[in-house]
């Protein structure tokens, strides 16, 4: 229509008033998240009692309880993971190369020491990645997919007893159900916003503050009518119906 009405000066009119007209708004759609608590805490527990389990159970920790991002976890070396703190922390490499603190939860903790000790042993190199693959004999990053790959792997291994988990899990969903759980908890937005490393706390609005349904139910029956008796009906039953027409 620009095009048109440059050449023509009649639709000109016509072009300003179809700019003026609003672009219509589409809803984002929520993405899901692990609702059931029993769920969520059978997937953090899913990884055997093996020196895998002890990795992947703290990599499946770490993400739920720190909130950071798979990309986040896998770009950290032993130097950026600060346990003997007063309060322990890792330092994240967040987009757009901006830093941010990630302090431990109490559960985290003793993972994360178990984890050192089976993969680092004593005194590892403070540039050396934590968490690894070992590839022709040498130690290399872990890839985003292979945290991906993991997460999927104990969300499967639960499904049958909890059929309830998400069709996919991935791990920025594990991100979500922390963030999502902390704003129903009534956690400020501007806490969580700086949590997760978000600029701007509108991101953390649109993505991860959203009420339950048992919330959105309390809502809907605050100052709602209690009909406490059943009307009582003004038709003729049934015999009465069959008197009246001569049947009886």
């Avoid at 969520?40 to 950071?68: E, Q």
């Avoid at 950026?80 to 559960?107: N, Q, T």
């Avoid at 049958?160 to 922390?178: A, Q, S, W």
Wanted: hydrophobic share 40%; aromatic share 6%.
């Amino acid at each position: 229509m620009y095009y048109a009405a440059a050449k023509d000066i009649s639709l000109q009119q016509i072009q300003i008033n179809i700019s003026a007209v609003p672009f219509l708004k589409v809803e984002k759609s929520i993405r899901p998240i692990i609702e059931n608590t029993d769920t969520l805490k059978s997937l953090l527990n899913a990884p055997p009692n093996t020196k895998i389990g002890c990795r992947d159970v703290m990599i499946l920790s770490v993400l739920f309880n720190t909130m950071i991002r798979a990309d986040e976890l896998i770009r950290l070396n032993i130097q950026d993971v600060v346990i003997d703190s007063d309060i322990p922390f890792l330092k994240i490499h967040g987009k757009g190369g901006k830093e941010r603190m990630a302090p431990l939860s109490v559960e985290a903790i003793p993972l994360i020491k178990a984890y050192l000790v089976e993969y680092h042993g004593q005194n590892p190199a403070k540039d050396s990645p934590f968490i690894y693959t070992i590839q022709h004999g040498h130690r290399n990053r872990m890839s985003e997919r292979n945290i991906e790959r993991i997460v999927k792997k104990y969300a499967d291994s639960i499904r049958n007893k909890y059929p309830d988990i998400p069709d996919r899990v991935y791990p920025h969903m594990l991100r979500r159900t922390h963030a999502t759980g902390l704003y129903r908890d009534g956690v400020a937005v501007e806490a969580i916003a700086s949590v997760l490393g978000h600029a701007s706390i509108q991101t953390t609005k649109d993505h991860y503050a959203f009420p339950s349904m048992a919330q959105k139910q309390e809502v809907i029956n605050v100052g709602g009518v209690i009909i406490t008796e059943a009307p009582v009906p003004e038709w003729p039953d049934d015999d009465e119906i069959a008197r009246i027409c001569g049947l009886r």
